[in-house]
């Protein structure tokens, strides 16, 4: 069977299986006494289990079969849900990504789990996990050896199958001599006869550990041949440097035939085709429970279809502008009726677009609770993670780079902001801290919060930091409000860790975060109370993509200013504008706001002739205010953003440009560079 035309599917589903384990393994150390939730989890286990062995991806359904039986000893009141439990059950879930992950970057997915797999047995027979692997440990892979391999019950029902349909299976030992140079060679050499010669399903060591020749001399391989033993041993032997070759059948004491038993036709494939199709059996029902109506309506676009129909929508928005400017030239009454109704059409076909690029942040904050779970340990602090308004939707792109930045402002929250037990204790404050994780929409933007109870801002701290590392000056430090000292943390290689962790402290992380942020045309703004916790605030755009702005003309330049910062237009006097500290500004309902004459930005030139009147645009970045200066304004529209590319990325105040209708090219203002 033909597999690849299914991998996409694997991939996503695997990841949603996987990621449905993680949470309700979270729920589970909450209410260990909940078997609802144990249900949950070993559905989802199953359904991968069946995925994977369809596949042919035996590591990834060999691990979740042992995780799938623990489970299952679980919810049969055999065994009892513990911490110690439950870290190898997350142990398992992050190798079974790491394999996942590895699948879609087109590795094989193998790695080695003999590890987990020895814990999750002796989990299974209710033994203590960690005290057998540390016995396990001490032996030597001779040793490991002496009793025969250790099937499970997939390899054995393999071995099973395909001895019923008249193959053979050995067990072949191979030792080369001790003179022996390179031992991953000859080990390629024996399996490449192997591979002629049949189907391998088991080695020992792993595959990993013989490519990286982590063993000492000699290695077993399980084959499943229709040769003999003697014929195989005979070919093997032929390899140089190799000092012997024992070979015995496969005996194990008791096979499991619980999935020969579901075969309903005959098999040719000695290996793989029975794996294949049980696991087609096992994995329907969980397919059957689904609704068909629902599944009917719903479809999987490959995300690369989707960036390809944004890229001709985007053409079409530039041809869009191009006819309203012939339309206006002409004054044809039917042309003008035609370039309304497209308009239109066009204005609905873009909000389907745009909203099938659409993605809940909850792809981005399924991955926190894990890390905060894992983090609370090394810090050892106890911390209940909250998250709310997960199903917010955001623009792919924005979603693709919003991640990381997260992951540094929740481990500075854990490191930095939520305080020891015993120090939460003695300030009066519960000994669990609380972080909260929030999403909403607000006008065109989306905002995220990170919210702790921890001990805020320390000021003092903060700008001792910021003096010695010349932020900011002793002077200057005086005059600046807990907001701003607050936002000092966002500076540059800033760091008040007194020692350097895992965590956290490596003068790195949060300035990143800003730069990401600001880059998606975000803004990032924290606000702190000493004590009592911090806020970080993060504001990103609906879309990168296509955006509305004011279109304005400064000689024969036009540039245009995204509404998303505009809060007004004005026509000023010259009489309006005032000096403040060297700086022309100008009374804009009662606040001070510093006036900016983009044509000296932009050097696009004065007019010869004194203005009376000067036209101005009102725009904001956060709570502070600037009044941009324009020759005229030309009206609003909605323009198709075009990066600059790398050429002409430190160009000041631009942060990309658009073809107009005219087939002119504007430039876009970066009004939260000219604030700054």
Do not use: W
């Amino acid at each position: 069977m033909d597999t690849n035309q299914y991998l996409e599917m694997f991939l996503e589903e695997s990841k949603e299986h996987l990621q449905a384990c993680n949470e309700q393994l979270l729920e589970l150390e909450k209410n260990p006494d909940d078997l609802a939730i144990v249900n949950e989890i070993f559905r989802a286990a199953h359904t991968l289990k069946g995925m994977s062995a369809t596949m042919g991806y035996e590591d990834i359904a060999n691990l979740t079969h042992k995780m799938e039986n623990v489970l299952d000893a679980i919810r049969n009141s055999k065994i009892r849900v513990t911490s110690e439990i439950l870290d190898v059950v997350f142990e398992s879930s992050d190798a079974l990504e790491e394999m996942v992950i590895d699948i879609e970057e087109g590795g094989s997915g193998k790695k080695d789990v003999e590890k987990l797999v020895t814990m999750l047995n002796q989990i299974e027979a209710g033994n203590s996990p960690l005290a057998v692997v540390e016995e396990k440990a001490g032996k030597s892979e001779s040793e490991e050896m002496t009793g025969g391999l250790v099937y499970d019950d997939f390899e054995q029902t393999v071995v099973s199958q395909s001895v019923e349909q008249g193959f053979n299976a050995f067990e072949l030992k191979v030792i080369l001599r001790d003179d022996c140079l390179l031992k991953a060679a000859r080990v390629f050499m024996v399996f490449e006869i192997l591979e002629k010669a049949g189907e391998i399903i088991k080695t020992f060591p792993t595959v990993e550990r013989l490519e990286n020749e982590e063993f000492d001399s000699q290695f077993t391989v399980v084959i499943i041949t229709k040769e003999d033993a003697e014929e195989l041993k005979a070919k093997v032997q032929k390899v140089s440097e190799l000092e012997q070759a024992e070979i015995r059948p496969v005996q194990f004491q008791s096979a499991t035939f619980e999935v020969a038993t579901t075969m309903e036709a005959p098999v040719t494939d000695p290996v793989v085709q029975p794996v294949k199709q049980t696991a087609k059996k096992e994995a329907s029902p969980t397919k059957r429970s689904n609704s068909t109506h629902s599944a009917n309506k719903t479809i999987r676009v490959n995300i690369d279809r989707l960036d390809v129909l944004m890229n001709l929508f985007e053409e079409l928005v530039i041809d869009r502008g191009r006819l309203q400017s012939i339309a206006a030239e002409l004054q044809n009454a039917e042309l003008n009726e035609t370039t309304e109704r497209m308009t239109r059409i066009s204005g609905d076909l873009q909000n389907i677009i745009l909203n099938m690029r659409m993605v809940p942040v909850e792809t981005v904050f399924n991955r926190f609770p894990k890390m905060v779970r894992q983090l609370a340990r090394d810090l050892d602090k106890k911390i209940n993670l909250e998250i709310i308004g997960a199903e917010t939707e955001l623009d792919r792109t924005v979603i693709d780079e919003i991640g990381d930045p997260l992951v540094h402002l929740i481990r500075n929250a854990l490191d930095h902001g939520v305080e020891s037990p015993a120090e939460r204790i003695a300030a009066g404050k519960p000994e669990e801290g609380t972080v909260t994780l929030r999403a909403y929409h607000s006008g065109n933007h989306v905002f995220i919060e990170l919210e702790d109870d921890g001990a805020g801002v320390n000021r003092a701290r903060v700008l001792k930091k910021a003096i010695e590392r010349g932020i900011v000056s002793e002077e200057i430090a005086e005059t600046l409000t807990d907001k701003q000292v607050a936002e000092l943390i966002l500076s540059s290689g800033f760091s008040t860790a007194e020692k350097l962790t895992d965590v956290s402290g490596r003068g790195v992380g949060l300035d990143v975060v800003k730069s990401t942020i600001e880059s998606l045309g975000g803004h990032i703004s924290i606000e702190s109370k000493e004590g009592q916790g911090s806020l970080f605030q993060v504001q990103l755009p609906l879309t990168l993509s296509i955006i509305s702005v004011m279109l304005v003309q400064m000689q024969k330049e036009i540039f245009a200013v995204p509404l998303s910062s505009i809060i007004e237009t004005a026509i000023i006097q010259n009489s309006d504008i005032l000096n403040a500290h060297n700086q022309r500004v100008i009374d804009f309902r009662g606040k001070i706001v510093p006036l900016v004459d983009l044509r000296e930005i932009f050097d696009t030139g004065l007019p010869e002739e004194p203005e009376e009147l000067k036209s101005v645009v009102i725009v904001r970045k956060g709570e502070s205010l600037a009044a941009l200066v324009v020759d005229s304004f030309i009206g609003q529209q909605e323009i198709v953003l075009k990066s600059l590319g790398n050429y002409l990325q430190s160009v000041f105040a631009l942060s990309g440009a658009t073809i107009l209708g005219n087939g002119q090219v504007a430039l876009i203002v970066d009004c939260n560079a000219l604030i700054k």
